[in-house]
């Protein structure tokens, strides 16, 4: 199950994008690099579909003050996240966009999402790292959200 399963709220169909290449869990398949998501937003049918969602939203304003982007850090959504915050960035230059970059909670032995080996590890290490640049630097603020002090990474 995903968060999404547990909301309440109705969504419009044009705020939701599903990413097919992907799956959310297991370890077959899943968006688990950084580089995977920048590379999925330089499809030009996917970033001219998530233009279209975005200029829908964007007509219906009367006054658009800016973009709140929420994604994770760990895995691979921090490339498709910076794509997302540069395209805004590129797009609206005058508009502000406040970043959240979300790291999953550690226990005191690691990492409470299964740790599997040092690769696993340095690929959320990494994916870390380049998110936090990358976001940072298309963002007007970029705020990292963890439960815990250490952003996720030990």
């Given amino acids: 199950r995903v968060w999404s399963d547990y909301l309440n709220v109705h969504l419009h169909p044009k705020s939701i994008y599903v990413i097919r290449q992907y799956m959310h869990d297991g370890y077959c398949g899943c968006l688990e690099a950084f580089g995977q998501g920048e590379s999925l937003l330089q499809d030009p049918g996917c970033i001219e579909e998530l233009e279209d969602r975005l200029h829908f939203y964007v007509e219906e304003c009367d006054y658009l003050q800016g973009f709140q982007v929420l994604c994770d850090l760990h895995n691979g959504f921090s490339g498709v996240g910076a794509k997302v915050t540069e395209l805004l960035y590129d797009e609206y230059s005058g508009k502000g966009i406040l970043t959240w970059g979300l790291t999953p909670v550690m226990n005191s032995n690691g990492w409470i999402f299964s740790p599997q ?38």
């Fill in 117 to 154: 080996g040092s690769q696993k590890n340095f690929y959320r290490l990494m994916n870390t790292a380049l998110g936090i640049v990358h976001l940072s630097s298309h963002s007007s603020l970029f705020c990292p959200l963890s439960l815990s002090g250490s952003l996720g990474i030990k």
